[in-house]
């Protein structure tokens, strides 16, 4: 038996409307008359010849239309094989990205890096070519996602990430020769443009485009798609002409609040400015707005907007009316607050010291240690560049340890409080050069304020006016350190190393050693006087003789541990205690910094920590003090250094020392270079050190006289003391106070020759009472010519010494003078109201 086929059956019924087991209808008849009879029967049982006719067109059109929708089902089904085929082609050479690239393409972009200060402020991001601020989805107002939706893609909470008719209309564009898509790509498929390929108008992308966007449908929900595209997209420019992207940065660029806080008439403006950002931002280049005819194209953008939104429903008529009528312009922001506008100098110092630590971060990921980072030129560069470059666009967020109010409050100090010499011409710097083209040149500032033992710098100043000097006078130009050198080099080093005490005995006057013939600043002689007397006035002669002595005991250890680069080539010199090395106003801070903190070194540092966008912490500063000094040197000094500005260098505020004894426990000490050309003084106590330099750019003398000296930077110093203890007491240092440690006592002794009193014979000297430290250097000695007197008073420079040197009046301190050597031994008491000597010395 034949088997049945029913689908050609059915064919056939479709196209016959006839039964195929029915028999076939024939005209019968044995005759042709037979057959014409028949005929006519079966026209009159049919019925009228309209009605054959009706029937048999509709079964011929029925045919040819049933023939034609198969035809072009099968065309159809050819054509979508073809494209099918095509876009296949098209995609096979696209790498099939793991889910966890896609994400990390579509949700990690280029962000700005955030900058706060150590009291918790924000200071805003550094400077980048493009403004950008991640935000979460929930810190995004509704208004922007309502507006957002409605107006660019009304179905993109039930596709699944392409709508067909747009793959469509690519693939007819592209058959036609069309040279780029039209548009209608939803916001999925934006999102996968924008981050993950590139803009060429070209089938090959779409149709990667479309393929990505299926696959992030089903990798991210509806709300991690609608974040990272509005994170990602551009806003056009911010209110300081700055290029913006992410809907934080245009929400506080454009409207100055953050994107949780948009009404629905800013939403709608914000929203519209993706489609052109630069023809709709309201901002030009330099931050200006505008011309009313150019803003107008925003206007008219937001306000379809609007009219998407009330046409999908998203807002009401009474919403959309108040929206229309919301003063767009007048609620836009003036400006943008960025660090590098308002705080350059702090700016440029974290970015500097930023790209120092990320670049070791960086290089260390790869495998090249430090030491070779430090060691290979190329590979610093390279480095250098590419944490130049992460520091700008990784989105890190960096805690600083600047106080904001410290910092401002030291700003408004230096720009309203301070006195300065004025402008001074290039070419009278000592190194000008015949023929120099002539430049004017400010007189210029540095300072630093230090936390002693965190080692955090809380706030500095960087220079005068960063439009004229953009360099960092507080920690990137180093100059000459003058008299500050002489307790740091030849008086602690002294003291640490048992050979003196506050009140030993030293010699001040003039010697010739192999042509070298310094002098005090005053140009006298000043004979026998304490150390402390010698140090507080600032004496050169009695400095540099007890520095021949120091020379012998290594001093350049404690320099090394200071951080004070000082070459052997300058330690072998006699000049180095009157500062003829250079250092920064951060270095000399730091090296103070160790007397206030009881002879320990904790490294000045700027930035606390370093986090990644991901809020992984990447760096963080970990301090590891080094013991410099003993604390009993560090105590002695203090104690040595509080003469300063009683009687010493820095009498001209001793009004301020005495009003805020017995709260401010300050010591200090003053420094000038040779000609006057950088002058300095530096103040500590138990909590901070606080510093400051005064000069120019170029090595100009400040004044060209001692007599037109009017003290500026004691005066500056002071004035900033003054500000900051009234903002900021507590981190001053108040009511601190240097603490006497167990190894210092008060000894009677014999400070000539350094003999206890039991020791001590009345022909050589007469013994007083004074602070010792506990391993200080006590010998019997027999005579004035014993080695360790005569080196300590300058015997390897001075071949003229004699023992009548050593004979006579000691000043011990203005008001306490007595006599040694044979002589009357009596201790007078002898009031003098001040000092000869009345500032701190150059250095020849």
Not at 69 to 82: D, E, K, P, Q
Not at 90 to 116: G, K, N, R
Not at 811 to 835: A, I, L, M, N
Request: with cysteine.
């Amino acid at each position: 038996m034949e088997k049945k086929n029913d689908f050609i059956d059915n064919i056939k019924k479709m196209f016959s409307r006839k039964d195929p087991d029915k028999k076939k209808d024939k005209v019968h008849g044995a005759t042709a008359k037979d057959k014409y009879h028949n005929t006519v029967a079966r026209f009159k049982k049919a019925g009228s010849p309209l009605r054959v006719s009706f029937f048999t067109a509709y079964d011929t059109i029925w045919n040819v239309v049933l023939f034609l929708l198969l035809a072009f089902t099968l065309l159809g089904i050819f054509l979508f094989s073809i494209g099918l085929g095509y876009f296949a082609a098209l995609v096979s050479d696209e790498d099939v990205l793991a889910e966890e690239e896609i994400l990390t393409d579509l949700t990690e972009m280029t962000e700005s890096t955030t900058v706060t200060f150590g009291s918790g402020e924000e200071l805003g991001t550094l400077r980048s070519d493009l403004i950008r601020e991640t935000v979460d989805y929930d810190d995004i107002s509704e208004n922007v996602t309502n507006a957002l939706i409605s107006t660019e893609d009304e179905h993109f909470y039930e596709h699944n990430g392409v709508v067909p008719k747009a793959f469509l209309r690519a693939s007819l564009q592209q058959v036609a020769g069309g040279e780029e898509s039209s548009g209608g790509s939803t916001i999925t498929q934006q999102l996968v443009k924008n981050q993950m390929l590139t803009n060429d108008p070209t089938f090959d992308r779409k149709a990667a485009e479309l393929l990505l966007a299926f696959r992030v449908e089903n990798i991210m929900s509806k709300e991690e798609i609608m974040e990272a595209y509005l994170n990602a997209v551009s806003f056009g420019r911010n209110a300081n002409g700055q290029n913006i992207a992410g809907i934080e940065s245009a929400a506080q660029g454009v409207f100055g609040k953050p994107a949780a806080e948009l009404n629905i008439a800013e939403s709608a403006f914000l929203a519209g400015l993706p489609q052109n950002p630069y023809a709709y931002t309201p901002f030009n280049q330099d931050g200006s707005m505008k011309e009313e005819e150019l803003l107008a194209a925003g206007k008219n953008r937001q306000e379809f907007v609007l009219s998407r939104m009330l046409t999908e429903g998203a807002i009401t008529q009474e919403e959309y009316d108040q929206a229309l009528s919301f003063d767009i312009y007048e609620n836009m922001a003036s400006s943008v607050v960025v660090p590098n506008q308002n705080y350059p100098f702090l700016t440029d110092e974290v970015e500097r010291r930023g790209v120092e630590i990320i670049k070791y971060i960086l290089a260390e990921e790869e495998g090249i240690s430090r030491e070779d980072v430090d060691s290979t030129p190329l590979i610093n560069q390279e480095y250098t560049q590419k944490a130049n470059e992460a520091m700008r666009n990784e989105g890190y967020q960096i805690e600083t340890t600047i106080d904001k109010t410290i910092y401002d409050t030291m700003q408004e100090t230096k720009d309203n409080s301070f006195s300065y010499y004025g402008e001074r011409s290039s070419l009278d710097a000592l190194n000008a050069t015949e023929g120099e083209e002539e430049t004017m040149l400010d007189h210029e500032v540095g300072m630093v304020l230090k936390d002693n033992a965190t080692g955090k710098i809380l706030g500095f100043v960087g220079g005068r006016d960063y439009e004229e000097s953009e360099i960092n006078h507080a920690t990137q130009t180093e100059r000459q350190a003058g008299s500050t050198m002489k307790p740091l080099s030849t008086y602690a080093p002294a003291i640490d190393q048992g050979l003196i005490v506050p009140d030993t005995v030293l010699l001040d006057k003039e010697f010739n050693f192999n042509g070298y013939e310094p002098k005090n600043y005053s140009t006298e002689e000043y004979g026998l006087v304490s150390a402390k007397h010698a140090l507080s006035n600032s004496y050169n002669l009695s400095t540099l003789r007890l520095w021949s002595e120091v020379q012998n005991h290594n001093p350049g250890q404690y320099l090394e541990q200071m951080n004070l680069n000082v070459s052997d080539e300058l330690l072998s010199t006699t000049s180095l205690p009157l500062g003829t090395n250079d250092v920064s106003v951060v270095e000399n801070v730091d090296a103070f910094s160790v007397f206030g903190n009881e002879g320990e070194m904790t490294e000045s540092y700027m930035i606390e920590s370093i986090t990644n966008p991901s809020g992984e912490v990447i760096y963080e500063q970990q301090q590891d003090p080094t013991r410099v000094f003993k604390d009993s040197t560090s105590f002695l000094m203090a104690d040595m250094l509080k003469e300063s500005f009683v009687t010493g260098s820095v009498y001209h505020i001793k009004d301020y020392y005495e009003s805020v004894q017995g709260v401010y426990d300050w010591s200090a000490k003053t420094g000038t270079s040779e000609q006057f050309v950088d002058s300095w003084m530096i103040g500590f106590n138990p909590k901070v050190t606080l510093g400051i330099w005064m000069g120019y750019d170029r090595n100009i003398p400040q004044v060209y006289s001692t007599d037109a000296e009017q003290y500026y930077h004691l005066y500056n110093w002071r004035n900033m003391a003054q500000a900051l203890t009234n903002v900021a007491p507590e981190q001053l240092g108040a009511y601190e106070e240097f603490q006497q440690p167990s190894s210092v006592r008060e000894e009677e002794f014999c400070a000539l020759t350094m003999e206890l009193e039991d020791d001590c014979s009345s022909s050589m000297d007469r013994a007083i009472t004074g602070l010792i430290a506990e391993d200080t250097q006590f010998s019997d000695k027999s005579s004035l010519s014993d080695p360790a007197i005569q080196s300590r008073m300058g015997a390897a420079i001075d071949s003229s010494l004699s023992n009548s040197d050593l004979r006579g009046r000691v000043t011990r301190t203005y008001d306490d003078r007595y006599t040694v050597g044979g002589r009357s031994s009596s201790s007078s008491s002898s009031s003098s109201s001040s000092s000869d000597d009345d500032d701190d010395d150059d250095d020849d």
